[in-house]
């Protein structure tokens, strides 16, 4: 099956700063999506990006198909980014059967 | 509008049981997918219902089977517990697509003992 690979595993912040998560993946894909899952649990659908850019105020999302991955910017971060962020991807052609990364885990701190 | 509720929120079983998960979805969403999360294995996809009907399907054994009912509504089951179907279990609505945003609910936590 595809291979989803998220880098840094780990990421810690003060409050203010800017960060770049990765998602790298092995095959074709028509779908890509990052989540953010808060330290309650809660999941948020952040964006579906299969190609192109997209911002949604401090955060944006580049998926460069051609080149199997995407990025996930988090601008001038606050406490509340702090979680797990996911990227979830499915193969083209056919049923949608999403694949997870392991995800990012991201503290920041005041 | 409301947003997606799940029911129970927490469960507690034992090995060889059953159990019965349901998930009402935002109001007019057809769409409700399913999710297990583990620590071993992170997010996985179980399934996906629209309109009454099981459209997608991830890689779990037939213990895992799902349904949906005309409201929308939908309950999934695991039979014959393991220890290793312990873990969160998510369910997620969307207007019709899976390129439309997913809403997902809080989640039930089943431990099996």
């Known amino acids: 099956g595809i291979q989803v690979e998220q880098s840094p595993p780990d990421l810690i912040l003060q409050e203010g700063a800017n960060s770049t998560l990765r998602c790298n993946f092995s095959d074709s894909v028509n779908n890509l999506q990052w989540f953010h899952q808060n330290p309650w649990g809660q999941l948020i659908n952040l964006f579906y990006i299969p190609s192109g850019t997209k911002q949604n105020g401090r955060l944006s999302a580049t998926t460069v198909a051609t080149e199997r991955y995407s990025l996930l910017y988090i601008s001038s971060s606050q406490t509340t980014d702090s979680g797990v962020y996911f990227c979830a991807v499915a193969l083209s052609g056919g049923s949608y059967i999403p694949t997870f990364g392991r995800g990012t885990s991201l503290i920041v701190h005041p | 509008k409301a947003g997606v509720t799940q029911t129970p929120r927490y469960l507690i079983k034992t090995r060889g049981q059953q159990v019965t998960l349901s998930c009402s979805p935002i109001?007019?969403?057809?769409?409700v997918s399913w999710y297990q999360q583990t620590p071993g294995q992170g997010l996985q996809f179980l399934f996906e219902?629209?309109?009454?009907?099981?459209?997608n399907k991830g890689n779990f054994p037939g213990r895992f089977s799902g349904r949906q009912f005309s409201n929308s509504r939908s309950e999934m089951n695991v039979s014959t517990l393991e220890l290793g179907d312990s873990a969160l279990y998510l369910c997620?609505?969307?207007?019709?697509?899976?390129?439309?945003?997913?809403?997902f609910g809080p989640g039930t936590r089943l431990t099996v003992l």
């Open positions: 219902y629209f309109s009454e009907t099981q459209r």
């Open positions: 109001s007019g969403h057809r769409s």
């Open positions: 997620a609505s969307s207007s019709e697509r899976s390129t439309d945003t997913q809403y």
